[in-house]
């Protein structure tokens, strides 16, 4: 049983508003030989500071970072500590002080969150965030493996050294309690490769039927492989400012009204109940009938307690009453399609138990109230770890200054990565989207990151 | 002063761009620390959890996997036999392994519900065919041990 004191809940404050004003990606791939993770991250770092419609010269930017954050999940993958140092220089922003942030999956979401703090508290005002991931030396058994050390190697990653099982023993008891349909489940599957047909960016887009998604062969029971997340090699760069800063350098900055973060046991066994910490939109009332015979206890393997506890702090943060309705646009952190449903109902989209109807009902699609992973997610673009929770914020950038047709239907944003934009190509642009969220996260619910983006 | 090289190469994969394959070979030496107990339980057929001894903690229920510690207070705790009965609490068969996986395939992942105890303890079903609230009973691998959480695993009570 987890107790909370009086101060544990206290909702963070930012000091001074914070921005985002540009951002650049690669794009991603299962294997990337051609360009060494240094070159990668000055790909993307161009991108942010020639393609954003700055007001000031790439020049005058560098000029203008007062320090840096870096984002790398793993030193094994890239066989390199100290990785970060290396490509500060190769940047050339050497002596500024730089930092290197690490929690798993969420590191991109907790780099962000570091940077904030840094603008936030007036330590900086102009902050490069640097995320990318090497997965592309070994091979896809080693990097499970890799990825697997991320559990508790004492304790559980001798039991398959593989995180897709460890999610797929939730996603067992979830189907126990919830019963939940696998057609629903593959639904997510077949929505985010598709979106992802629209990104040039994007590592493993396709038209999947729920068949095709039903019928794809199994990793760990009942997790199929169109249903987990890609394994990716790219890198991703996001610059927050200062208020002052950051129309100094643009004319459309995004404020970022929140970032928070929530963590639980590393070990999913570790996980010990308490009663449900609830949302601005939740009272005890939402839940006087969930707990059954077979939902015995919150959080349960059901349930993120780290995401609820990031949502609860943001929205908090952020002035959220109801997150369907206030946002415009989200991303997820889909590394599976069991987890992604797991999350509405952290998350608040749909009360627990209920996660099912977020995407039965349509509101998680384009044309729904609510369009999730429009970036074709984890699933279906990229999961190149270090990078992604910074990717999702550029793609949501992007989508609320109006220029996610600049950076996606632009037949030559194609053809640089080798690719033909397709026939059927359609635009995702959310018209009037004003308000955002997007979600980071690391193993199964250690580490989650929470962030709102609004329009001025 | 004359450097020689040691002869060794490095295997080229690709010539442009210039692909290179760096052998990986070295082991670590790993303690358990405190939690040694609990494994070597297992080398004489016990399942060892542990219990708070601070009289004020609220937490009175044992921990598997272990902890020398108690989470909610720091105090230290004392090392208590757990039951080996429990139930399927949740389960997973894994058909595609990382790759230092010592098990065969396919195989299916627990989480086992022990009464008393307050987690859920990974291990994996060595017969029969996972169900949750299936009634399990904990086996010891004490003939061959290797030494790890393997040792310990389960089958139909």
């Known amino acids: ?456 | 002063m004359t450097v020689k090289l040691d002869g060794t190469t490095a295997e080229v994969l690709n010539a442009d761009p210039l692909v290179i394959k760096n052998q990986k070979s070295h082991f670590h030496i790993h303690s358990y620390g405190g939690w040694s107990k609990f494994f070597v339980g297992l080398r004489e057929g016990k399942l060892l959890a542990t219990r708070c001894t601070n009289a004020e903690c609220d937490e009175k229920s044992l921990w598997l996997p272990p902890r020398c510690e108690c989470a909610d207070c720091w105090h230290a705790t004392e090392w208590v036999e757990a039951p080996t009965v429990g139930k399927v609490y949740t389960h997973s068969t894994v058909l595609y392994p990382g790759a230092p996986f010592r098990a065969s395939t396919p195989c299916p992942l627990i989480s086992v519900e022990i009464e008393g105890v307050c987690t859920k303890l990974m291990s994996y079903l060595k017969e029969g065919d996972p169900e949750i609230g299936m009634p399990v009973k904990a086996v010891f691998n004490t003939e061959n041990p290797t030494n790890t959480i393997l040792d310990l695993s389960w089958v139909p009570a």
């Open chain 1, 1 to 456: 049983m987890i107790r909370f004191g009086p101060r544990n809940l206290r909702i963070p404050r930012f000091e001074k508003p914070v921005y985002v004003v540009a951002g650049g990606l690669t794009d991603f791939r299962k294997k990337y030989p051609e360009k060494n993770s240094s070159q990668l991250c000055t790909e993307a770092l161009r991108m942010a500071v020639e393609e954003n419609d700055l007001k000031v010269s790439p020049e005058e930017v560098r000029r203008m970072v007062n320090w840096c954050v870096y984002s790398q999940f793993a030193d094994h993958f890239g066989d390199q500590l100290l990785a970060a140092a290396k490509i500060h220089d190769y940047l050339g922003f050497d002596p500024l002080g730089n930092i290197e942030v690490k929690t798993g999956g969420a590191t991109g979401g907790s780099s962000i969150l570091s940077a904030a703090q840094a603008v936030a508290s007036g330590y900086a005002d102009c902050v490069p965030v640097i995320g990318w991931e090497r997965m592309d030396e070994v091979p896809t058994k080693v990097g499970n493996a890799y990825i697997a050390s991320a559990a508790c190697k004492d304790f559980e990653s001798e039991l398959g050294w593989m995180y897709a099982a460890y999610y797929a023993l939730m996603a067992q008891r979830y189907q126990y309690e919830n019963k939940v349909p696998r057609e629903t489940l593959a639904q997510i599957a077949c929505k985010n490769h598709e979106y992802a047909c629209y990104s040039p960016y994007s590592q493993n887009p396709g038209k999947y039927t729920i068949e095709d998604v039903l019928k794809n062969e199994v990793v760990a029971d009942p997790l199929s492989f169109l249903e987990c997340c890609v394994m990716s090699v790219g890198a991703a760069v996001l610059f927050l400012a200062d208020e002052e800063t950051a129309y100094k350098m643009t004319d459309q900055p995004i404020r970022l009204t929140a970032i928070c973060g929530g963590t639980h046991t590393l070990r999913t066994a570790d996980r010990r109940h308490m009663p449900i910490l609830l949302l601005p939109n939740e009272t005890e009332e939402t839940y006087k009938d969930y707990f059954s015979h077979e939902r015995t206890e919150w959080p349960g393997f059901s349930s993120f307690l780290a995401s609820r506890m990031a949502a609860y702090l943001a929205y908090n943060m952020a002035g959220i009453n109801d997150p369907v309705e206030d946002f415009d646009i989200l991303e997820t952190h889909d590394a599976f399609t069991i987890s992604d449903i797991q999350t509405y109902e952290d998350i608040g989209l749909r009360p627990y138990g209920r996660g099912r109807e977020f995407i039965e009902s349509g509101d998680a699609y384009f044309e729904g109230r609510l369009p999730t992973n429009l970036s074709g997610g984890l699933i279906g673009t990229m999961h190149a770890v270090g990078a992604t929770g910074i990717w999702q914020v550029v793609e949501l950038l992007w989508q609320l200054q109006g220029k996610w047709d600049k950076f996606h239907a632009d037949p030559e944003r194609w053809t640089r990565y080798g690719k033909k934009k397709p026939d059927d190509f359609r635009s995702l642009q959310v018209e009037g989207a004003k308000r955002a969220c997007a979600i980071s996260h690391a193993g199964t619910g250690s580490h989650v990151t929470c962030a709102i983006l609004e329009k001025p």
